[in-house]
């Protein structure tokens, strides 16, 4: 299948099913070439376990676990919370921002190690492909990349699943449960089996099924009260606790799950011109997302508050396309920054049975004011000013509407 030959290729690995089996393939396909095994942590947990013996006892000469998840949260998490970024109005992003973080560390590791290809697990129908290879070619232009999933002969998961038995590699999942899954510190997603038909309804309370959360049928009958404190757009303290960006999220992830918190069923359109669909748990990220869109109630100018809706919008593009090292997405990054500079206070929340609502807001930055919004007796707005204003504002109405009239009784 192969016709170049590589000494040395870096691989994006997690142990899972698709690349557990990559490693052998290439070995088999590319003239026995030495294969570094690369998994970058953000926050996938228990599923690094076991990860070494595992690459090396399938091929790889080594495997390098890099801990990302500081980097993960601050460049890439919270740039895009603070831009109010969500994908076709539900998903919050949690796959599409970590493929650049990850394919630029391997980029990192294939130049110090002097690879000469770098290869991926991604599908040829799913967007992960576009992310990882824009990113490689934004800081590897001249690297070989290899993509198994567009050239070999496997057609599915099932076999996958056969390659796997026939070359004794241990996997952690079955015929029964075998979901596409990706998950870390921001979430985890669903994909495949009875979830491809967006007739059927996700099966939350099905053992095995929900990772982060339960529920929300089963969730606390009493609700939870949170207060997040922002200073700048960002996340910095929890019921009063000055927390790190990833045990802000750890703690919310644990917090909001526990109340059925962040559950999204999405048929979303994918980069590649299809429809998939998904089903996605990201607990502590919906609460952050409605603080900090509650906060900006209070402290944004509505001018600078519809734009940065529009801005927004764009902003979920790029990251959901890949796009993240591009001069558009900095440029945004640089807008956004600076509507946020007054973006600082507190947002208690209401959490109940899979339902974040506010229960609060203070801003030493508000722009509300009590006394001029007030329905009872005040001296700051004179209402009668509003007559000039209406007359103004829809004078283009008025004009318009006189020639309608004047023409029809011609």
């Known amino acids: ?3 170049k030959k590589f000494k040395k290729i870096v691989l994006a690995y997690s142990g899972g099913l698709d690349t557990s089996i990559i490693i052998p393939w290439l070995k088999e396909n590319y003239d026995d070439p030495e294969i570094i095994a690369v998994s970058v942590d953000v926050g996938q947990g228990t599923e690094l376990d076991g990860l070494e ?103 599915s998961r099932e076999e996958e699943i056969d390659y796997a038995e026939a070359h004794n590699i241990p996997l952690k999942i079955n015929r029964e449960t075998n979901y596409s899954k990706d998950k870390n510190l921001w979430h985890l997603s669903h994909e495949g089996l009875d979830l491809e038909d967006p007739a059927n309804e996700p ?12 529920a929300p049928e089963v969730a606390p009958d009493k609700a939870t009260y949170v207060t997040i404190g922002f200073e700048k757009g960002i996340p910095t303290t929890l019921n009063g606790e000055k927390l790190g960006g990833v045990q802000m999220i750890e703690k919310l992830n644990e917090i909001g799950g526990a109340n059925g918190i962040g559950l999204a069923d999405i048929v979303e359109n994918r980069l590649v011109g299809m429809k998939s669909r998904g089903v996605y748990e990201t607990p502590g990220g919906t609460i952050l997302y409605k603080a900090h869109a509650v906060l900006e109630t209070l402290c944004l100018d509505r001018e600078t508050h519809h734009y940065k809706e529009l801005v927004a919008h764009k902003f979920a593009d790029l990251v959901y396309f890949g796009q993240w090292y591009t001069p558009l997405r900095e440029a945004l990054s640089a807008f956004v920054d600076s509507t946020q500079e007054n973006v600082t206070g507190e947002v208690k929340l209401k959490l109940y049975k899979g339902n974040v609502m506010n229960a609060g807001v203070t801003s030493p930055y508000s722009l509300y004011d009590e006394e001029i919004a007030t329905f009872d007796a005040e001296d700051v707005y004179n209402q009668k000013d509003a007559e000039g204003f209406i007359n103004l504002f829809g004078l283009s109405m008025k004009v318009k509407a006189m020639l309608d009239l004047k023409n029809k009784n011609k």
Request: net charge negative; aromatic share 12%.
């Open 1 to 3: 299948m192969a016709t």
């Open 53 to 155: 013996e595992k690459a090396l006892k399938t091929g790889a000469s080594k495997l390098y676990i890099e801990d990302l998840k500081d980097e993960f949260v601050n460049d890439f998490i919270f740039p895009t919370l603070k831009a109010g970024a969500v994908y076709e109005g539900e998903y919050l992003l949690g796959t599409s921002f970590a493929r650049p973080l990850i394919a630029k560390r391997m980029v990192e590791i294939a130049r110090a190690e002097g690879a000469d290809a770098i290869c991926h697990g991604a599908t040829g129908k799913g967007n992960d492909q576009v992310r990882f290879e824009l990113t490689f070619k934004a800081f590897a232009p001249d690297m070989a990349i290899i993509a198994p999933w567009r050239i070999w002969d496997i057609k």
């Open 203 to 214: 099966q939350y309370q099905k053992e095995g099924f929900l990772e982060l959360g339960v």
